[in-house]
């Protein structure tokens, strides 16, 4: 209760029609003047559409906190200051510099993509977090998996099973249509598995997702998660990309 | 200087820390017969003993919580212990010290599934004794001289070290490692389980950089976790043991010819 008071956060998002994720500068960050006139369309830091402790008991205000406003805020500008000192490298035509560049762009435009995702895919219970899927993605996953409970099974050993950092992620490949689940490790986004593969669930197991509330034991994290999950945007993006 | 150098280095070691207090860790590695009265069989297992880290659990206070080691060593540590004796129950890898065991589960880039646990083992207990209370600090003698002349000197080392501990990428170990063939020091970055024995190099000092080494000490502030690290518990004295062994394998260096 007093921890809702201490997290809110109802800044309201900022309407730019550029897409989650590009930002014309607009919120005063200090690449605003530079890449403005450059035209480089910087990330920008997410709101969430839900208070921190919203989420609890499944996962704790504090973790929400960080994992948002350090977490993932250092992806954002991690990723900012790779991609001016890319345009620069690339103007200049330094070939190593823009190689050597890549993997900083990798990793923290990975962890910008999959956290961005990640917001979405999580929902308060009192606002449907949780729900069951229903009509298309419900029948599909009965087709792919068997069940509900099956996917979650399967979801719950890739991830117990993943060694060090990553996310598992319940992907559409929109080529064959058909529902997979798939892992990928650090901050890889998941097309790096495929270029027909469209998230639909993500669950990050990087130990900061989960170790503060419930230490080593993530299988116990990967079980509680699913009760706040937005099956919702999964149904969304799953009948928009199979129409 | 005197000392009984086993075959696997890593094997024993001693380092005095506290006034009047030595203390000996050895890795136990027992073999296990069971022997069926009734049956002709002689069961022979691998088996791994977890040891303790050769301080208190609460001995590294205030840099690394006695919380975080209850975590880290009794769970974690533990669990990688449990599972590699699991999976030895039904494996024909016996008879080798841990280090073996790293380099025949590593198959050259291929592992088989015992690599992950025991490598992690052996990480971890390097880990606990690469550090001690009242650490950090400076290097000394041999230690201090090798560091100077590859890395130029200490600053220049400590830096590098912290540098490369912020610029890993997820779950990973950074390692001040002896190379073998190169025959100096290196700073070195690896991955998941990853160790520098697979290598054939010799590691000197290691930190754990996975979250769960620092994460409720430290929460996201990776840097003060590195920095606590350089100053306070790496252990010196650990590395000047692990060198002086090294020499043994390593020639760093020949004593000067004068020239007729």
Known sequence: ?243 | MAMALPLAYASSVVHPFEAGRLSFSTKATKHKKQIYQFRNVTKVLAYYGLTNPPYKLDALEPYMSRRTLELHWGNIHRGYSDSLNKQLANSPLYGCTMEELIKTTFNNGNPLPEYNNAAEVWNHDFFWESMQPNGGRLPWGGVLDQIEKDFGSFSNFRDEFVHSAMMLFGSGWVWLVLKTNERRLLIVRTSNALCPLVWGDIPIISLDMWEHAYYLDYKDDVSKYVNNFMDHLISWHSATTRMVRAEAFVNLGEPKIPVA
Not at chain 1, 66 to 88: R, W
Request: aromatic letters at 10%.
């Open chain 1, 1 to 243: 209760m007093a921890l809702r008071a201490l997290f809110t956060k109802t800044a309201p998002t900022l309407a730019s029609g550029l897409g989650p994720f590009a930002s014309a500068g607009g919120s005063g960050t200090r690449w605003q003047g530079l890449c403005h006139a450059r035209g480089l369309k910087v990330a920008a830091l997410p709101d969430l559409e839900y208070d921190y402790g919203a989420l609890e008991p499944a996962i704790s205000g504090e973790i929400m906190r960080l994992h948002h406003q350090k977490h993932h805020k250092a992806y954002v500008s991690n990723y900012n200051d790779a991609l001016e000192k890319l345009d620069a490298a690339m103007a200049k035509g330094d070939v190593p510099a823009v190689v050597r560049l890549q993997s900083a762009i990798k990793f923290n435009g990975g962890g910008h993509i999959n956290h961005t995702i990640f917001w979405k895919n999580l929902k308060p219970v009192n606002e449907g977090g949780g729900e069951p899927p229903h009509a298309t993605l419900g029948w599909a996953i009965d087709t792919d998996f068997g069940s509900l409970e099956a996917l979650v099974q399967k979801m719950n050993a890739e991830g117990a099973a993943l060694q060090g950092s990553g996310w598992v992620w319940l992907a559409l490949d929109k080529e064959r249509k058909k529902l997979l689940v798939e892992a990928t490790a650090n901050q890889d986004p998941l097309v790096t598995k495929g270029a027909n593969l469209v998230p639909l669930l993500g669950i990050d197991v990087w130990e900061h997702a989960y170790y503060l509330q419930y230490k080593n034991v993530k299988p116990e994290y990967l079980k509680n998660i699913w009760s706040v999950m937005n099956w919702k945007y999964a149904s969304e993006v799953y009948d928009s990309e199979i129409a």
